[in-house]
């Protein structure tokens, strides 16, 4: 499968996630300006992955002028037609924005930026290290939103101890029902917090970061 990573102005992950795709992955790899339009180079075979950064500063809300980008109203129709899209961190940020995943990601509830590694478990209970960098990573959305998420079996990844336990002390940002990661109904667009392509390298000696790729994107057994 072919990826094209989103550059908006302020963006710092797209050239960790390029890296990651392109080298540890061994994927081709296409830029994509936030300014440009085309995805005609894409098929819904594809994925667009919109990636982590401060997109604008993170002025008026995280994500929120992002999603007004002229690519973004393509990625928005590329979506829409079955086509992959994969955000993390401020890339979630602007799937939420966009409505392309429901919820809102608020300010951490210390108040404070949280950049440390951190433990997520998905439903078939695989445990996966993977750092975050956020300071508005506090997932939110009201009890009906969150009771669907639930009963579809949308929400991919929960913040977890080592041992896999979802535990109060185990969320860094105080996100709902400890919330890392969620998906749309039709399981083609795909929004995490914590950055799987700083966990691809075996120079950085974490490579859990391939595990979620390969199996969220290219294997889809995640979300099956």
């Known amino acids: 499968m072919k990826?094209?990573?989103?550059?908006?102005?302020?963006?710092?992950?797209?050239?960790?996630?390029?890296?990651?795709?392109?080298?540890?992955?061994?994927?081709?790899?296409?830029?994509?300006?936030?300014?440009?339009?085309?995805?005609?180079?894409?098929?819904?075979?594809?994925?667009?992955?919109?990636?982590?950064?401060?997109?604008?500063?993170?002025?008026?809300?995280?994500?929120?002028?992002?999603?007004?980008?002229?690519?973004?109203?393509?990625?928005?129709e590329f979506a829409n037609a079955g086509g992959k899209v994969f955000g993390v961190c401020n890339g979630f940020q602007v799937l939420c924005e966009s409505h392309l995943l429901p919820g809102i990601l608020l300010q951490n509830e210390e108040r404070q930026f949280v950049s440390k590694n951190i433990f997520i478990a998905d439903n078939a209970g695989n445990i996966y290290k993977i750092p975050v960098a956020h300071g508005e990573g506090r997932y939110f959305a009201d009890d009906k939103t969150l009771d669907e998420l639930e009963a579809n079996g949308q929400i991919l990844f929960r913040y977890c101890n080592e041992k896999g336990n979802i535990t109060p002390e185990a969320n860094p940002n105080g996100s709902v029902r400890n919330i890392a990661g969620i998906c749309n109904k039709n399981r083609n667009v795909f929004g995490m917090m914590p950055h799987p392509e700083r966990a691809c390298s075996t120079a950085l000696g974490n490579t859990d970061g391939r595990k979620i790729i390969r199996e969220l994107l290219m294997e889809t057994q995640l979300v099956s």
């Open 3 to 76: 990826f094209g990573v989103v550059v908006f102005p302020g963006s710092n992950c797209d050239r960790d996630m390029h890296d990651a795709l392109a080298y540890d992955l061994e994927q081709e790899v296409i830029m994509l300006w936030h300014k440009d339009k085309d995805l005609s180079q894409f098929t819904t075979d594809d994925c667009i992955v919109l990636p982590g950064g401060f997109s604008f500063g993170d002025y008026l809300r995280c994500g929120a002028i992002a999603r007004f980008s002229p690519m973004m109203q393509s990625v928005i």
